[in-house]
């Protein structure tokens, strides 16, 4: 059986100060809740921080990227052990911003994959077609390249603590989310494809899920969804209140 999963993405957003004062709020509003997993992947600079805020709570710990590297003259990057002993458990890996605007390929997105597995972290690996891409119908074939570069050379054990999230570029940070009928077929596709690759096993343990402009007003439809398993947050990750209403959202 999966569970819900509501993971907020910070992005370049919250200095120390604000980014404990946030969690803070979301964790003393939560502290009760223990049918969903709550995620937050601050800034690297507060996750240390955040660690020892959420380190006894029911809200978990994750990072934006990392480097495939171990150490070394890699100067402005993290590895794998730095997140750890920052005290994470998870890391984004392949997010849109950073194929966009920061070279990230299939390639790059699966060493670090590997990287994250073999240190123990819990890689969220994104995937998402473009809007230009949706509107030339190839949105299948965009993501049936970017699950497997990403899961190259992975076992079927790898996949016992890998999510992955669909993210269509047109919804993040636009206010427009796929309705919950088209994000559905696509996670649906995205487990069939999990099923060829590996097996019914797999396909269906994977938690899958969906970012872009996911809202309080809008959540608890797509968490309903049989195929969609909770939702990777960016904008509305950012404020207590709708935070809150999200880990909530849909719950009896
Ligand atoms: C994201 O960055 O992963 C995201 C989904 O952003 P937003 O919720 O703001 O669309």
Partial sequence: MRRILVAGNWKMNKDIRESL??????????????????????????????HELVKDTNIKLGAQNLFWEESGAYTGEISASMLKSAGCEYVIIGHSERRQYFGETEE???????????????????VG?????????????????QIRGAFEGLSEADCD???????PVWAIGTG??????????????????????????????????YGGSVKPDNAAELFAMEDIDGGLVGGASLKSDDFIALIKAGIE
């Fill in 129 to 145: 077609e473009t809007l230009q891409e949706r509107e030339g119908s190839i949105t299948e074939k965009v993501v049936d390249k």
């Fill in 161 to 167: 603590t890998i999510i992955v999230a669909y993210e």
């Fill in 21 to 50: 004062e946030l969690v803070k709020k979301i964790s003393y509003a939560v502290n009760d809740i223990s049918v969903r997993d709550i995620l937050v992947c601050p800034p690297y600079t507060s996750l240390s921080a955040v």
């Fill in 176 to 209: 427009k989310t796929a309705t919950p009928d088209d994000a559905n077929n696509v996670h649906k596709f995205i487990r069939n494809l999990l099923k060829e690759l590996y097996n019914e096993n797999v396909a269906e343990k994977m938690v899958i899920l």
């Fill in 108 to 126: 790059t997105v699966n060493k670090r994959v590997k990287k994250a597995l073999e240190s123990g972290l819990k890689p969220i690996i994104c």
